[in-house]
């Protein structure tokens, strides 16, 4: 079946610094994926939609030039958080849209800023 | 925006229980999806439904698209310790480009 990596699982990184997480679709071509965040018990919340070949879509509230999002190829999108503080510490989630109705997740990414 | 009100938030039982949950919308949804969430992983999708009345099973489990289309219903039967775990309804318009939004979950506790 269709499987959706996200790299890397989990990450720690200190304050200031950037951190690019990688969602891959493995086995289908996307040309849409979408960037959720989850804090702790909360639920999932969109934070862009990333179309290849051009600009991502940013969800109301979230900082483009702080959550860039590179969708360079047809099965790999990119979302680097720049400039990483402990506020967003926080469980990151791709999803990847396979055909008109298929949407398939990935199993997150835990990053946490020190 | 949109909102989607789960309940219960959270629930406990013992095993062999039958467990009911529910989402509603404050507008209309074109597709109803539920999720299951275990800890530190992404969501995997349980049951998808398409049409208003729609009623789709999945072993155990049973949903229900709401005739109004503001509201879906999730039923797990005869509950076991691994159904633990967080349930989501998402909500999808057919114009959002597959953009979901998300219920508040519902945290599942199964005692043995």
């Known amino acids: ?114 | 925006g949109q909102q989607l009100n789960q309940s219960p938030q959270s629930m406990f039982i013992q095993e062999g229980e039958d467990v009911s949950m529910n989402c509603t919308s404050s507008s209309i949804f074109n597709t109803w999806l539920w999720y299951k969430q275990d800890p530190g992983e992404g969501p995997v999708l349980l049951i998808a439904l398409y049409k208003a009345g729609e009623l789709t099973s999945n072993g155990r489990l049973t949903a229900q698209f709401g005739i109004t289309r503001k509201d879906s219903f999730l039923n797990i039967s005869a509950s076991i310790p691994s159904d633990v775990g967080i349930y989501f309804c998402a909500g999808q318009y057919e114009t959002s480009g597959s953009r979901l939004t998300f219920g508040e979950g519902t945290q599942l506790t199964v005692n043995p």
């Open chain 1, 1 to 114: 079946g269709a499987v959706v990596s996200q790299h890397p699982s989990r990450v720690i990184c200190k304050s200031g610094t950037s951190v690019k997480i990688e969602c891959r679709s493995l086995d289908f071509q996307a040309t849409t994926m979408f960037w959720y965040r989850q804090f702790p018990k909360q639920s999932l919340m969109l934070m862009a939609t990333s179309n290849e070949g051009s600009k991502a879509t940013y969800e109301q509230g979230v900082e483009k030039d702080k959550f860039l999002i590179n969708h360079a190829s047809l099965t790999l999108s990119t979302l680097t958080v720049t400039s990483a503080h402990p506020e967003d510490s926080s469980f990151y989630i791709c999803s990847a849209r396979q055909g008109v109705t298929s949407l398939h997740f990935g199993n997150g990414t835990r990053l946490t800023v020190t």
